[in-house]
Structures are given as C-alpha cells and as structure tokens.
C-alpha cells in the first residue's frame, strides 16, 4: 500500500498483475515452492463465488461430500490416458507415521479415479442414478512455472462428479454444468466468457469430451475458466462403475466430471483491472461501498463520523456490504488511492458540508474522474446505491465484452492467423486439421485452439491451414 | 439400509457406532488407509456446523484466508515441543513433479508454523494488531486407530490464528473462542459440553494453556468436542512474530489458535443416538421433516400426492428443510425405519383418509411410539411444525444434559475414583497432583483429567489422590 503508482498494464501487464495481487492484498507470497497464501480479501472474492456456484449446484439436484485427499498410486494408473495427462505433477507421499509406505499415496490432482472406485461400490441399479455428486477441496500439481491464483503447485477448486444411464443423460448434464458456470462467470463475476468444445488436443486427459468457458484478459490473452468433461464410459471400465438395468442386464455407467478453481479470482483481476488497480464486480466485492469520512478538527470529526455510522448501519441492513475507513492519521487522498487499488465499486464521501447539507459524493471505481462522480441527498441514498451497484455491475460486463469482441479477428489465411496473433488478438477461422496441423499452427504462432464456440456462424468454409471444408469455426488465441 | 436391526447400544456401543455411521449414510469406507469418504448425508451435518461457526466467527472479526497444505519440514522443527508432539503422525512429500525434493513437505497436521512464518510478515506495528484469521482446511495426522469421524487420518476442520498485543488480550480471545464453540455445540449440536482449562500433560503441544469443551456420549465416555489454545509468545518467539509499539519498541506478539473438526459429527451421534438409529438435532438435520405418502391404488396415490406437494412447498416457503419419499416399491413401515435410522426430527405421514379429513400425522423421532404422534390439521401446519423443531431442539440438549448430570459422580478417594471409572462414570475430584500423579491415575482406571471445569464448586478441598489441599476440581473420564 505504498504510494508508489502501479506499472501501467500497456507497460508489462504480467508485472502489472502481480503488483495488483500483492499490493490489493489478495494474496501474499509463501515460503512454499509454488504456492501462494489468499489472503482474507483474496480469499472474500472465493467465498463468494463459492457461494453462487454452490447455490447453483444445489439447485440442479447436486449434494457435496468429502473424498481422500491421498489416492493410492496404483488408482492412478487405471486410465491409461489419465496416467499420461497427470503423471509429470504428482506430487507423492512416501513415508506417514516415521515409515516408508508399502504403496505411495499420490496428493490428489484431480479425484477422478478415487471417486471413481467409490461409485462402483455406491452404484447398484438404475435406481441409483443418477449420481450427482460436488466436492469442494484442495488439489496439487506440481507446476514448473506457477503465478498467484492462474498457476499454482496447490489450489481450491470444486469438482463435480456425476454418474448416468445412457450417453445422452451424461451429455445433457456436461452442457448443464457448463451453463451453470457460464451463468456464474458472466451474471456473478461480469465476465463475458464464450462456450465452446475444446479440441481433441486440448481434452482432458480420459475424457470424451472437454467443454469449456473461455474468456479474454485485458492483454487479450485467453484464460480458461472452467471445463466440463463427458468421461463416456472410459472410467466406468477403468473403475468397473456398473448398474442393474430395469430388465436386469449389467451396464456400464456414463460419468462425467467439470471443475473450476480459484484461477477464477485471477479471471475477475484481469478481466475489469486498470492501472490504478482491482475493478470489482458489485457481486463479488468483499465491500461494495466504502466510506471515507472527511474532517479536519475534533468537532467536525464527531459531526461527521456521526452521519458515517448512521449511513453505514442503514446501508447495511439495505444488505448492501459496506466498510468505513476509520483510519487515522492518513490523507482522504491516500484512502481514495487505496480503495481505488483495492477496486471497491463505490466510494462514499462525507464531510462537514455534506453533514450540513444532508448530502453524500458517490464516485463510481467504473468511471474515472468527474464523470463518475455524484453529489445525492442522504435521504433515499440505499435506493441510489442499490440501483448504482447494478448498473456497475451491467456496465463492467459491458466493457469486457466490447473489449473482447473488438478483438477477434475473423481470419481466412494462415497469414492472417500469424498476424492477427502477432497483434495480439484472437482469431476466428474456419478449421478442419488434424492434431499435428493443430501442433503446427502452435509452434508457428505460440496460439492455440482455445475452443470450437456453440455460437458457429453456420454453412461452410475452408480451413485456413488445410483448405478443406469445414462446417466449424474456431477460435485461435495465446493463452494463460 | 437393509432391514437387520442394528447392534443395540449396550450391546456394543462401538458397533452400535460404526453401523449408523455406515447404514445412516453418514460415511462410506474408503480404499486409503486411515480415512473415509464423507458422504452427502454426513456433509450436510458438517455443512449445518460450518455454517454456524463462520456466522460467529465473522460476528466476531474473524476473516477467513488460506495457507499451503504444505510445510517445509524444517518449520515444523522450530518450535520444540510442537515437532515433540506432532512428528510421530507426519505424512511427508519426498518426491514432486518426478523428482526427488530439496527438502521434504510435511503434509499439515496444524498450521501454526506456516501461518507463523506469514504472521511474522505481515504484522509491523500495533495498527496491525489484533490480527483476526481463520482457515476452513484439511488436515492429516498419520493415526494408528482410526474411526469415522472420531479419528481418520485425513480430517476437515476449522483452524482459527491470531495475534494480539499483551498476553491479556491473547487470553480473551481464547476465551472468546471457547465461547463460540461452546455457543454451537448447546445451540447448534443440542450437546451440552462442558467448558474448562486442560492439564499440562494433555496441552496441546506449544500452548501456555489450552482450553476445551468436553462432553459426554451415550457410552459415557468423553469426547473434546473443540479446544481452543492461548499460545503465548512461544509461536512469537520460534517464527519472529513482533511488532512496534506506539512508543517505537519492538515487541513479540501474543499469538492463539483454535480449532474444531468433523469429529463433531461423531459427537452428534454418539450424543443423541439411540438403538433405533441417529436423532438428529433440527438445526442441524439435513431433512427437518420428511414426508411419507400412502396409498394402495393410482387413485389414492394422485389424491395423496397432490396434498403432499402442495405441504411441501408451503413448509420449504417457512424455510423448513423437507423432503418428500418418493420411493416406490417400498412399505410405509420400511420407509418409516430408513427415516427414523437417519434421524430426521419429524416424519409426516398422509394417507387417503388425512387428505379427505384435511388431517396429517406428525410422529417426533425424539419420543417412540404413540406418546410421540399427534394429529393435526393441514391448516396452520406450518406453524405446528416450527414449535415441535423448537421443541426437539430444546428436549435433545435437556435428555443429554440430565443423561450426563446423572454420570457424574463427586468422588473423595481413590477407590471411589477407581469404582466409579471402572463402572463407567466420571469423577469430579479435588486435584493438586503432579503430571506424574496423572499419570497414575490413567495406567490404574484407564481415566484421564478431561479439564478443571470453569463451574468450580468453590472453597478447597484434599486431593483426591495426594490429599494435599486444593482449590480446584477436574473431572476424570475415559475418552475417546
């Protein structure tokens, strides 16, 4: 919280990022290799996505429960395609209770496969699907290069595990689970992020199919915000997940697993941020209206800090979450500053003036300088704020979104996928190559196919590295 | 969920145990040594827990952050009797990422070190001061015994850490702590527990004074529902926690921990069960109410049904957690044993003749057979239902509280003290002996001091063991 200004994010947007993480206390570097500690406003941001997407989660008929944290290594090697994808991050328990273990135990870096052999014993009949089972927790992968929320050797995640009579049904909850946090990314964190099918190369490791929500940051790279898997019946052999049909036949189960983590809170950083700092989603802020109170003498201090604890106690029982800065011996303009880099949507102003007037300044975190700035009546003030936080809220989902769609190139030469990358931006193109040509186009650009959107334009095109048809459309772009 | 009785409490109450865990659903085996799977059924009971120490904690000024599951060994080794207690149950990463580490990674037993390690970073000057944290975490401590929820290897639990100025500062807030927990176990759990200061020998490892909350299970043993610790300046001292005062010094701070876990679940078994199965306590039971419908033909099925829905809505309207039993293929009889197995405070059953006389029947888990039925009309039902929850609730904690007031025994002599663990009861007992004189006590009854309860009778009296003059009694039991 020194004064020192930020790095502009047009200057280094990586340096940017981490001064904002640190210096907005969101998190706090730790003495472990790859992790970090999230701190209480960091962590504030989680709990309340946490909250909306569990809410959502229950409202689709999902429970949660609680898996081993270890996972016997020999779990792992079940899937022959899971071993492969997850193999290289495991981090490994060898010794418990001053003894070397007869079999390692494996930090679970996703639960896939413990989970999986708990279905084959909860699973009997139809009766029992389907099965729609949450679990909020702690997982590790040892990550080489790690950043602060977006990388890190440990994270907090959900993971949603769910098992199905047919095809169809495992399907039609992968695409429910990836609306719900659609809905969540765009209504509760005002990220506009695209829906879409990841390709063959960039699926989970055993699944069928990977869907994903992808949004753009603010130095136009892609960051993937959850994923929704369509296992098939691949870990229903792997873990012998069966059921007993009405009629009595054995069948194997159709599973499917999505997950999103607290990269998320990195989502929220580098989507709204500017250089002066966090721009906050009204329903993700830890306080969504602070108070400043404005006062040069004792007599004015209790004028003043009077109206603030009025003001502050009716607009929380409004349920709107409100904090005073009560600090002394630091300038209004030092608290304006510090608010601004902790991106609290509304600034609230009083001082001796106002409390003669009956007036308050409100200045919107959104809308810099005078513009943003209002002078209101004390009285009907919870209205005026109510109606100022949705608006905020609207208006950031607004900007990310002209912001990301002034950005995507719509490309129909491999030049013009070089370039449109080269500039930074994404690229939209039709595409019909196979993993290899997906491979080429990566090492040629450092892009990748982040998704195959729902949103297609229709017809047919020709792919821009091959030149077949293609009825698809992807979309290219450097990613986190 | 079979129709075989389950092992009567007197029986075999350790049986008893691990078939309501099991057949209620709580908890499934899991294939890792050490732990289990917390089923939804058992999550919601920890989810009810949760939900209720957050509330007191942030009503308090505690604010929820995250550290790493992770420990570098040598952390671990800086406070000596800290490593002292918790080595023998470390769980260790020796190898990450396919290689071997620098230094092993202690899988977190408790976190005070590397919250210490941040504390020490984060806290300058006395404006930092009191630092409020609590962690929502897993936790592993490689235990050679392991029961579900009692003892596992891996548990989930709350870890509270702060720092304060003076040691009376530090104190009050242990206190405090005790105070929430206590508040959650009689108004949330109906467990009535008993608050007091542990011995020497049964502090928790690094602490200047540890406090507890014990109560009493249907066996009549103890369990230590919660213990929260006032750490001193030891913490302060081993990790560099200090601070400037006012007046430019350099001060170590006074630090405290506090910690309450899943074995709470445990308690809400053992305290409430009976041989029927769980009795749930309302504010805690995942269903408050569940309904049964009855009926023999399609014709009286679309009657009852109707009536069923239409009350179920109207009490979820009221904010009671229903649930409708829609199974079909079984008996009333077996669905009205499945529900009383689970525990669910109320059971409503509707059948033909309710719905034509506008009735429901009402039958309290709490009270068997007919004393506990009533009739009731379907108009102002809801209201009905609100007081027997309030009632329940309040009748759980009073049969608990006379159940455990009717096993105590106030004991003058060792034999006394001797006769009255070896039949199962506790002993309260003047106490002035020495952490070998406990000892003592434990290797001839198998009891040790659960706590020197806060209620002291007043005044002095001979210790029982040493019949030196003392002022303080302690209770004495068998524990888990």
Redesign the interface.
């Known amino acids: 919280m020194s004064e020192q200004a930020v790095t502009a994010q047009s200057e280094d947007f990586s340096r940017w990022y981490n001064e904002i993480v640190y210096r907005a206390d969101l998190a706090?570097p730790?003495?472990?290799r790859g992790?970090?500690?999230?701190?209480?406003y960091g962590?504030?941001i989680w709990?309340g996505i946490k909250a909306g997407l569990d809410r959502r989660f229950k409202e689709t008929g999902h429970?949660?429960?609680?898996?081993?944290?270890?996972?016997?290594e020999s779990?792992i090697k079940r899937e022959a395609e899971h071993v492969e994808g997850f193999?290289?991050?495991?981090?490994?328990?060898?010794?418990?209770?001053?003894k070397e273990l007869d079999e390692?135990?494996v930090?679970r870096p996703t639960s896939e496969t413990?989970i999986g052999?708990?279905f084959s014993?909860?699973i009997q009949s139809y009766r029992d699907l389907p099965l729609l089972?949450n679990q909020w927790?702690?997982v590790?992968r040892?990550e080489?290069r790690t950043r602060p929320f977006l990388r890190t050797?440990?994270f907090?995640w959900q993971e949603g595990h769910t098992a199905h009579a047919t095809h169809d049904e495992a399907e039609a909850e992968t695409l429910q689970m990836l609306d719900v946090y659609a809905d969540c990314a765009m209504n509760d964190a005002a990220i506009p992020v695209i829906k879409g099918e990841k390709s063959r190369m960039e699926r989970f490791a055993g699944a069928l199919r990977t869907y994903t929500i992808e949004a753009m940051m603010r130095d136009k790279r892609a960051l993937q915000c959850g994923t929704s898997h369509n296992l098939g019946q691949n870990f229903a052999k792997a873990f012998d997940i069966r059921y007993l049909t009405e009629e009595n036949a054995q069948r194997y189960c159709w599973t499917t697993s999505w997950g999103l983590s607290t990269r998320m809170v990195g989502a929220v950083v580098m989507t709204h941020g500017d250089d002066k700092g966090l721009r906050l989603p009204p329903k993700l802020a830890p306080y969504q209206v602070v108070i400043v109170p404005i006062y040069k003498s004792d007599e004015q201090r209790g004028a003043v800090m009077d109206a603030v604890e009025r003001l502050s106690r009716s607009l929380d029982s409004a349920g709107i979450r409100v904090h005073i800065d009560r600090r002394e011996g630091q300038s209004p303009g030092f608290k304006f500053n510090d608010w601004e880099m902790r991106g609290v949507p509304v600034r609230m102003e009083i001082g001796p003036r106002d409390v003669e007037k009956n007036n308050a300044v409100l200045a919107r975190r959104d809308v810099p300088g005078r513009a943003g700035k209002q002078f209101v009546s004390q009285d009907g003030i919870v209205d005026v704020l109510q109606s100022l936080l949705v608006d905020i809220q609207r208006s950031l989902l607004e900007d990310a979104r002209a912001f990301r769609d002034a950005h995507i190139q719509d490309v129909e030469t491999c030049q013009q996928l070089e370039e449109a990358v080269a500039a930074g931006e994404w690229a939209r193109a039709w595409w019909a190559g196979s993993d290899d040509d997906e491979l080429k186009v990566k090492d040629d650009t450092g892009a990748t196919i982040r998704c195959f959107p729902f949103e297609q334009p229709g017809g047919a095109g020709a792919c821009v590295l091959t030149g077949r048809q293609s009825k698809r459309i992807a979309l290219f772009a450097k990613a986190y």
């Open positions: 706090s730790s003495p472990v992790c970090v500690i999230i701190k209480p962590y504030e709990e429970q949660n429960a609680y898996f081993p944290l270890f996972i016997p779990y193999s290289p991050e495991l981090a490994v328990v060898t010794h418990a209770g001053g390692p135990l930090v413990v052999e708990a014993d909860w089972i927790a702690n590790v040892w080489l050797a440990e907090l």
